[in-house]
């Protein structure tokens, strides 16, 4: 039946694994085992165990990270991000989606007294075929708050579970928030795409002198008000509600300048028959962001679709500097933060792409 584990064999008759099937997707199976390994409860435990240890170990375990990743932690179709004492579990495909149970499970078994909530992507149950969830799964608090904050280096975050895009926050931009900071002090900052503002926080706690936040959204752009006044940081922010690609027109007509522009747009293509148009785009508003740096300004520009590479984004981006008239000076290849691990094997896992710039 659809969503149940199956074992997988060859021509020959030989076992290659065990996984979870789907007829009705283009992938028909997902792997979880590579042997005769029974899929059950304690295979979800010991995946998560694993993932978990591989954070801590790393030094990643804190107050907020993503435990599991998909296919990376051996566990395809599930996404598992910790808010504080929370677990947010995203379940991704048909199979991973009837095992909630021993998903929260595991959970309950590695963080005792925690609580866990199921935040799953619509986009994603759709195409699997099953009816996302929302709500809490195992050990709801008792205020039964959806709302956490946390703590991002030296920023404060404010997490809606249940809202906006992928669990609640973009972790996987923790580490490039950082490092952008430290280009901001004393520099007005555009945030264009600005979500719930994460690099506008950090760049004005890191000194800058202003920052403009573009976002289209009015629910992420109340977000990232908030996020502003958490940290102090409001009265030197402007919010400007307004489609990216048209702000950043209007402010190359008006001559503006930044010393630090950031563009970390929604993915601009899922599939590979789109990338020459999501080209297009990426081209566009790297040309606009390249054109308001001042001299010495800094442009952290990002994609988020796997189907773009590195090798093709360096090359949107090069055409870009030439249209735009910028010499520019690569500072540095930026990726996903190392809580989202990459398998070699999988390139799927590696999904965030993007460059450190600098107008030379």
């Known amino acids: 039946m659809p969503g149940d584990a199956v074992a997988v064999l060859d021509s020959t008759g030989h076992l290659l694994g065990s996984g979870l099937y789907n007829p009705r997707t283009g992938i028909a199976c997902r792997l979880l085992a ?11 435990h010991r995946r998560l165990a694993g993932a978990l240890q591989l954070r801590r170990t790393a030094g990643l375990a804190g107050d907020g990270y993503r435990l599991c990743w998909s296919e990376a932690d051996g566990l395809p179709g599930l996404v598992v991000d910790r808010y504080g004492p929370v677990s947010v579990v995203q379940c991704q495909t048909l199979g991973m989606s009837r095992l909630g149970g021993w998903i929260a499970g595991a959970l309950g078994r590695l ?13 994603a149950a759709r195409i699997e075929g099953f009816e996302p969830q929302r709500g809490w799964l195992a050990a709801a608090p008792s205020s039964d708050s959806e709302v956490i904050e946390i703590t991002d280096g030296p920023c404060r975050l404010l997490v809606t579970l249940g809202a906006g895009h992928k669990t609640g926050l973009y972790l996987d931009q923790r580490e490039n928030h950082a490092l952008v900071a430290r280009y901001a002090a004393g520099r007005r900052v555009l945030d264009a795409f600005a979500y719930h503002g994460a690099f506008a926080c950090h760049a004005l706690l890191g000194g800058a002198e202003r920052a403009l936040l573009v976002e289209s959204s009015a629910e992420a752009l109340a977000a990232a008000r908030r996020n502003l006044e958490a940290n102090g940081v409001a009265e030197r922010a402007e919010l400007r509600p307004a489609n990216a690609f048209d702000a950043l027109r209007q402010l190359e007509a008006a001559h503006e300048r930044f010393g630090v522009v950031v563009l970390d747009p929604p993915p601009f ?8 148009a999501a080209a297009r785009g990426y081209k566009e508003i790297n040309i606009r962001g390249l054109r308001l740096l001042e001299p010495g300004g800094v442009l952290a520009t990002f994609s988020c679709s796997h189907h773009v590479t590195p090798e093709l984004f360096e090359g949107i981006c090069r055409d870009a500097a030439g249209d735009a008239g910028v010499t520019t000076r690569l500072l540095a290849p930026l990726t996903q933060a190392r809580d989202h691990p990459v398998l070699l094997n999988v390139p799927e896992t590696r999904y965030l792409t993007g460059l450190l710039l600098q107008a030379v």
């Open 34 to 44: 590579r042997r005769d390994e029974l899929v059950d409860a304690d295979l979800i």
């Open 269 to 276: 293509t899922r599939s590979k028959e789109a990338v020459e």
């Open 111 to 123: 963080f005792p007294g925690g609580s866990v909530y199921r935040a799953d992507d619509a986009t």
